[in-house]
Structure formats: C-alpha cells, structure tokens
C-alpha cells in the first residue's frame, strides 16, 4: 500500500543547541544547566570549576561547522529542520536587562542559511536547558519571577527573528520534569512533589505567555506545545490493570490537557489532593493559561505497559526505565522497546482528544554503527526502524488524522541527551567523534542518507 502525505507534509529532522553546537562559552554565551550535567540529563548536576570539560562542551561543532551541515540537510531534500535557541547565548545569566548580541547574530546566520535552501526552522525556545543563573540566583521554575524572565527572552527572540522563523514551540518535553526536575525546571532532583508541581506551574504560565506573546508579535506564526508521547498500554485486560493505566497516562496528558484546553483538567484535583499538593494559582495565571497552542507536538520512541502486579512492578524498578517490558516487543541496543504501530495509536489518542494539527518532532533509532571496511556505513536496521513508523504515520494519516510533519530525531549524529554519549548514533549523517572526545569532526553519509533522500523524494511513496 502507498500513502497519501499532505503535499506540504514537512518532512525533517530535529536537534538541539546543547547536543549540537558546542562553543559552549563563545561570544559572551553563559552556562547553561545542560553545562553543568556532562553525563547526561538524568545525572546529578554538578558545579563546573576552572579545566574541567564535558562532551557537549564541543559536541559536534555545529556552531561552526552548521553551513556545511544545512547544506547536507538539504540535498537530503529537509523542508524543515527542528532545531533549539540556547536561552543562555541571548541571555547569559538569564536575568539580563538586555539581549547579547553576539547570541542573536548567531541564529541569525543559521536561520539566513536555512533560508538558502527553503528549510523552514521549527525552534524550540528551551530543550533541556535554562540558564544556570536563574537556577543559582532564583531557584529556577520554583520562583514565580522566571516567568518574566522567560517571557522577555521569548518576546525578544520573536521580534528579532519573526520574519525568519514561522513555527515555534515552548518547552522540550515538558512532562520530563516528573523524571529529571533539574533538567526540567531547575530543581535538585531530592525535591518534593510539591515543588516540583509548583515550578511546572510557572513553566506551564510562561508557556501560556509565550502563545499569547507568538501571536502578538507574528500573527502568521505557529506555536504549539511539545511532550515525551509515552504512551502506556494495559500488560493485561484485568480491569484493575486498565484503570491504572489510565491514571498513568494522565500523569503526562495532564500537560497537554492545560495547554491545549487552557485550564487544569478536573482529574488533577483528586490527584494533588491525595497526594497533599497545594498549588499556588493566581487569576492572573488562569487568564493566561487560556492562551492554548495552535498545535501539538511529540517526541516518540517507544512504547510501555503497566500493571498492578506489584513482583513486576519491583522487577522494572531495577531497569533504568522504570516500565514494565511489553512481552509483544522487541528492544533496542539501550532498551527502548519498538512499537511502530504505537505512533499511530498515540496519533490517534491526541487526535480524538484535542482535535488539533499533530507535529512529530522527534523519533528515531539510537545504535552502534560500525564503518565497513570499504569506508560504508549500512544503517539497514536505522532504515527498517524510520521505515516502519513512517508507514504507520501513514496509516493515521489515512484514519483521518492531521499531520503537519515528521522531524526524525538527530538527522547527524549528536550528543545523546539521556547519557551524554556519543556512541548512541541517531543520524543519516555519521560523526567522527567518540565518547571521550576524541576524532576529527569528519561528517560521511550513512545508507540511510540516500534511503531518506528518496523517502522525502517520492513524498512518502517509497515507503513499505
Ligand atoms: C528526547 C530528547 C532529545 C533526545 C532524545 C533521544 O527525550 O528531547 O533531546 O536526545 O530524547 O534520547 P537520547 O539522546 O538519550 O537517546
């Protein structure tokens, strides 16, 4: 069978600014909380002092290096690269009055050179990082006042790119925070439920905000939300098992909830209730959360299951995961269990829930790839991966659900975000750099590379 995507399907993939660009302190850039995790966004964050030096200090160069890499998207055929501003090249400390220049003159040469080739930018205002001066100085999300801060970095990057940049989004993964409070919102991971729901609440205002401020300052814009799409499945259909995973679901629905509804969904009630959680919500904030995205997008890699069974649920506790393995499913080299047919049931799931256009801004396949001795890279397992969840955007598509677009996750290889490793290799474009830092920064195409090529080609006809 051959599908049908929408002629202006945006077809692409997406990075991010602390696991490509590197020049971490370059032109007045400052530290970012991505600076101080150099294992990754799950580790304790530790405080850097003078030598010492992290992978994604450099990570692949790309903000040298990005001509050369926007050109190589492009004779993929891209018609939109995903990609994040670092908050902290345009405001270092977080707090500043007034932008660094230097910061803004950087995503404008990207932005100009994607523009060459008739990419369009689909830009992240913050990917797993703020700046570490708003964590230090005012306890990050937990202090209302980061609001503010975010919203004039918002407000600032809007009126100096808007006639460059046409979809945005607000922030990565915003469920994350449930799992890695200091990547999320800036919090010590030992923080309670409690203060971790309260700086969400800030996050989710800032958002609302930063709609409403994308709709002020470019009227022709796009902005929509982004979530980890985790979608669980009951291990069996004991009624007990099924009405527990409705509850898990709504752990990260929730956040989808406010921000395309606009207020918080009558279920958390029960939920902050039992769990002796007080929000501080003001009539400010309820006005501003009504200012709901125009769309909704999601990272998608796998799928999980739960279960009331509580031996399997001790069992999976000791997997880095935490979810209980889907017997139906087999695994990647780092675990994550692969579900194709879940991308079109998780398409479905927020298509009958919201009624509003669906981005998937992030999937793909992390592995070992080993160079040939003719110098070749046969990622068949990469194409079989992206190949099959393709089709079953394909399928949703033809259940009647609207997709604006596909941005596979790491189109070149990149620092991974959970380990900070660079051996866990996404890309269509190979990488020479190791864990330790070491290689030359080469760039070499994969199979994949020419696969994807005609992929976005034929429009999604060579797909099977
Ligand atoms: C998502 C993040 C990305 C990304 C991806 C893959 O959660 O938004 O930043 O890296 O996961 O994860 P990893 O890099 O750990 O393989």
């Known amino acids: 069978m051959s599908y049908q995507f929408p002629d202006n399907f945006l077809w692409g993939g997406a990075i991010a600014a602390n696991q490509v660009e590197g020049a971490y302190l370059t032109d007045g850039k400052g530290l970012s909380t991505s600076d101080l995790q150099p294992h990754g966004v799950l580790a304790e964050a530790v405080e850097r002092h003078d030598g010492d030096s992290g992978i994604k200090d450099v990570a692949i160069d790309f903000y040298h290096r990005y001509p050369e890499d926007i050109a190589l998207f492009a004779e993929m055929g891209f018609k939109c690269l995903r990609t994040s501003i670092a908050w902290t090249r345009i405001f270092p400390q977080g707090d500043e009055e007034t932008p660094n220049e230097a910061g803004l003159a950087f995503y404008d040469r990207l932005f100009d050179e994607m523009s060459k080739y008739n990419i369009q930018p689909l830009v992240t205002l913050s990917h797993y990082e703020m700046p570490y001066g708003l964590v230090k100085k005012h306890g990050g999300w937990g202090n209302r006042r980061t609001i503010e801060f975010f919203e004039r970095y918002a407000r600032t990057v809007f009126q100096r790119y808007q006639h460059k940049v046409k ?125 709901t995205v125009d769309f909704i997008s999601f990272s998608y890699y796998m799928s999980g299951c739960v279960t009331t069974d509580e031996e399997l649920n001790q069992k999976a506790r000791a997997n880095i995961l935490n979810m209980v393995p889907n017997p139906h499913l087999e695994s990647s080299e780092w675990g994550w269990q692969i579900d194709p047919q879940g991308l079109r049931y998780l398409l479905n799931v927020l298509y009958d829930r919201y009624q509003k256009p669906l981005f998937i801004v992030e999937n793909g396949l992390g592995a070992k790839d080993k160079i040939d001795s003719d110098g070749s890279i046969n990622d068949d397992y990469r194409i079989k991966y992206l190949n099959d969840h393709l089709v079953q955007v394909g399928e949703a598509i033809e259940d009647g659900v609207e997709v604006l677009g596909y941005t596979c996750w790491g189109p070149i290889d990149l620092v991974s975000a959970s380990k900070a490793e660079m051996s866990k290799r996404y890309g269509f474009i190979y990488v020479d750099r190791d864990d330790a830092g070491n290689g030359t920064l080469e760039r070499k195409k994969k199979k994949s590379f020419y696969w994807y090529q005609s992929v976005i080609g034929s429009n999604g006809q060579t797909l099977k």
Not at 265 to 271: A, T
Request: overall charge neutral.
């Open 167 to 291: 979809y945005w989004l607000t922030f990565n993964e915003i469920n994350m925070s449930l799992h890695a409070p200091f990547t999320g919102v800036g919090l010590p991971s030992d923080s309670s439920r409690q203060d971790i729901y309260q700086a969400i609440h800030h996050q989710l205002v800032a958002s609302a905000k930063a709609v409403s401020a994308c709709h002020e300052i470019i009227p022709d814009a796009k902005i929509g939300n982004m979530l980890l799409g985790g979608i669980l499945y009951p291990l069996s259909c004991k009624p007990a098992d099924v009405i527990e995973t409705q509850q898990q679901n709504r752990d990260w629905l929730f956040f989808g909830d406010v921000q395309v509804r606009g207020y918080y969904p009558s279920y958390m009630n029960r939920f902050f209730k039992q769990r002796g959680i007080t929000l501080h919500i003001t009539d400010d904030d309820r006005q501003a959360l009504k200012h």
